[in-house]
């Protein structure tokens, strides 16, 4: 065997000498031949770079050249191309179905999609109505799940996905899942009361007729297909004069989908619940209350769900065959503590309860244009719940009681933290109690407790410079850290002289200088949370409600919470 490699060994030396011999022929005839100019000629700068590749490489025969041209890949069988398909994520399937014709039909193979979602957005009528279109026609029979992302206030669009959508759900063989995602939400009337039949014009009885259509729809659909695994109404709206219907829904679903409905969202974002269904009975002359969660017990697999915060009671957490103990996720919507006081206050033994019988529970709980005091606040933040996340939007009622309330409570569950405020013009004091005789700071104490803590957000509320540095050196695990540059402030300590602002530490007169950060500041907070492009949002960052009182304020909540309510 030696002798034999040695001997394979010799020949590749002595074919490779050939071969050295050939190149060196090769050139010795191009230099017999070029130009007496040719050094300064720029043409023959990689000449030898040309010939090396000449004989290091071979030629493709004509032949060859003949066979990959008239290949034509337009022509692949199906199952080819099925294949390919197969190995590309939905944007490259797209692309490549570009290409032809064929290849067009064959991206819609139903072994392509079988666990796909049909997101279907209906904001422009004139574009988004042709291709909602095509991929109801193309896609429905084998999508599994349906998300509707459309704009309440246009009236002609939502019409178009009661009747021609949501009517046809029954044509959608595969289908388990149906998601409404508001884009903005309607206000077509006040949120003080809950108003009776002919107070509502043209436009608000048009409306109320497409939802009692929208509930028959879903009702239909849910009775008559074989699975549904996730139900999202959305952040609905004007459903006082559907709460039978709601009732219906909700009882078609626990006779026909008790054991697979592992999702369901119910939750609105009206100051005062359209969904706490009420109706007035003779006896007693008293008012009967219906509870959403009265009918919710014959779901067995319920892993996510999102109510209104009126509609949780003890029995529900207090009952041991309820859905509650499969939970992962409740989502509690917080629209109004008016008519919540001591004696109807969900008791903290019912949070016990419910925590020590399900380990898994997390709470997410959502204050809407809830402006009460920290006592008020008391009254549904009990110290017993497993408190994952907490939003406030638009509440004006943070003050350091509170904040320390959350710190002392939450500590090991709070993982997110979202504080959402009006931005005053010139300055923020109307709504920064933190500032003043505050040691340590509320906030900067909360980061410190709350060892869970992922997402910080503070729009509305000062901050100081340097406790951007501490928030995140405390907390360098922070995935969302988002601040108002306007609420950023820097206290400078010194003396007026002669009108004159003389800085001294041990000066008893303050200046605050409003919407600054330093870059090295910027800079610092990027190195600790290994974060290359944080920075506080400029005014253009945030949205228009919080500069601009007359835009509406669900722009800045509606997206957020509709996170909640996505089916994985």
């Known amino acids: 065997m030696e002798k034999s490699y040695m001997n394979t060994k010799s020949r590749h030396t002595h074919n490779k000498f050939k071969y050295d011999q050939a190149y060196t022929d090769g050139c010795q005839y191009y230099k017999s031949h070029r130009p007496k100019n040719h050094y300064n000629n720029s043409n023959f700068a990689n000449t030898n770079r040309f010939y090396r590749k000449f004989y290091k490489h071979r030629v493709t025969s004509n032949a060859n050249r003949q066979m990959h041209s008239s290949c034509d890949f337009s022509m692949l069988p199906n199952i080819v191309l099925n294949k390919i398909y197969s190995y590309l994520n939905l944007k490259d399937r797209l692309n490549a179905s570009l290409a032809c014709k064929r290849w067009r039909t064959a991206l819609f193979n139903p072994s392509l999609w079988q666990n796909s979602s049909l997101t279907i957005y209906l904001l422009n009528r004139f574009v988004d109505i042709q291709s909602s279109e095509f991929k109801i026609h193309n896609l429905s029979k084998f999508s599994k799940r349906l998300v509707l992302k459309y704009d309440p206030n246009d009236l002609s669009l939502f019409n178009y996905l009661i009747s021609v959508i949501t009517g046809n759900l029954n044509e959608f063989k595969n289908l388990t899942s149906v998601s409404l995602q508001p884009i903005m939400y309607n206000l077509f009337y006040e949120d003080d009361y809950l108003y009776e039949e002919d107070e509502f014009g043209d436009e608000e009885s048009y409306l109320t007729e497409c939802n009692l259509n929208l509930f028959e729809n879903l009702i239909n659909w849910c009775s008559k297909t074989k699975l549904v695994e996730h139900l999202s109404l959305g952040l609905i709206d004007d459903v006082n004069k559907t709460k039978s219907n709601l009732v219906n829904l909700i009882s078609v679903l626990g006779d026909k989908h008790p054991t697979s409905l592992q999702s369901l969202h119910l939750s609105t974002s009206k100051k005062i619940s359209s969904l706490t269904l009420q109706t007035n009975y003779v006896s007693n002359n008293a008012e009967k209350i219906f509870f959403i969660t009265n009918y919710l017990f014959k779901f067995t697999n319920l892993t996510y769900l999102s109510i209104d915060y009126e509609h949780l009671t003890d029995d529900f957490l207090r009952n041991s065959s309820c859905c509650l103990f499969t939970l992962k996720k409740l989502n509690l919507n917080v629209n109004s503590i008016d008519r919540i006081n001591e004696a109807n206050r969900i008791k903290d033994e019912s949070w016990s309860i419910a925590t020590n019988s399900n380990k898994k529970l997390r709470v997410t709980i959502n204050f809407m244009l809830v402006e009460e005091s920290a006592h008020k606040y008391g009254l549904i933040l009990s110290p017993f719940i497993p408190l994952e996340t907490i939003r406030m939007y638009f509440c004006k009622s943070l003050n350091p009681d509170l904040l320390q309330f959350i710190s002392n409570n939450y500590l090991e569950t709070l993982k997110s933290l979202v504080i959402v405020d009006a931005i005053t013009d010139p300055s923020l004091q ?75 530490e041990d000066g008893e007169d303050t ?58």
């Open 430 to 504: 109307y709504h920064n109690p933190l500032r003043y005789e505050v040691d340590p700071d509320p906030l900067v104490l909360l980061c410190w407790k709350c060892k869970y803590l992922t997402e910080l957000v503070l729009v509305g509320y000062e901050i100081l410079e340097i406790n951007l540095i501490a928030i995140a050196k405390l907390r360098d695990n922070l995935k969302t850290f988002y601040v108002a540059m306007d609420c950023v402030i820097d206290l400078k300590y010194g003396k007026f002289k002669n009108d004159n602002f003389i800085e001294d």
């Open 511 to 568: 200046i605050v200088d409003y919407g600054f950060c330093s870059e090295q500041s910027i800079r610092k907070v990027c190195k600790i949370l290994r974060c290359d492009n944080w920075h506080p949002l400029e005014k253009d960052e945030l949205p228009m409600c919080v500069y601009n009182y007359q835009m509406p304020y669900e722009e800045a909540y509606l997206e957020k919470i509709l996170t909640d309510q996505y089916f994985n």
